[in-house]
């Protein structure tokens, strides 16, 4: 069901520091850098052999995003968000999952990812995955 891994994501309150940590510390290659007050927050992406590291800092407008950031940190701090899989076919996964695993999905549809706009994404409701917040991510042709 699962391609890969399409990328992994830290939430941090202040990401200016830890673009330096990534960066300058643990030397990874920055690949983009976006802010996106629309949609509540900014990100820098990293490569790591394939995977992207995506560190998310929320900002900007009041989101959806925004305040799920925003939870995240009061309540565990910086640290690792998700884990986000990439699959040939998000609508057959999703279906698989909701059918066959009984893991259901967190919105209606897919949505094209801020942070990587060459791709749509949806996350599946970690009340139904045993607390595991899953992504999953389609690259767009």
Avoid at 32 to 59: F, N
Avoid at 111 to 134: H, N, Q, W
Wanted: aromatic content about 10%.
């Amino acid at each position: 069901m699962f391609e890969q891994v399409h990328h992994v994501a830290y939430t941090v309150d202040d990401l200016d520091s830890y673009r330096t940590f990534f960066g300058d510390v643990l030397e990874m290659e920055k690949v983009d850098y976006r802010e996106m007050p629309e949609d509540g927050y900014k990100a820098a992406v990293y490569d790591v052999g394939g995977v992207y590291i995506e560190v998310q800092e929320p900002m900007g407008e009041d989101t959806d995003t925004k305040a799920e950031m925003e939870e995240f940190l009061e309540e565990q701090g910086n640290g690792l968000n998700h884990v986000a899989y990439e699959v040939d076919d998000i609508a057959a996964a999703v279906e698989r999952l909701e059918t066959e695993k009984g893991i259901e999905r967190d919105w209606d549809e897919p949505i094209v990812a801020p942070t990587f706009p060459d791709c749509k994404l949806i996350d599946m409701e970690p009340d139904t995955s045993r607390g595991i917040y899953l992504q999953l991510v389609e690259e767009l042709d």
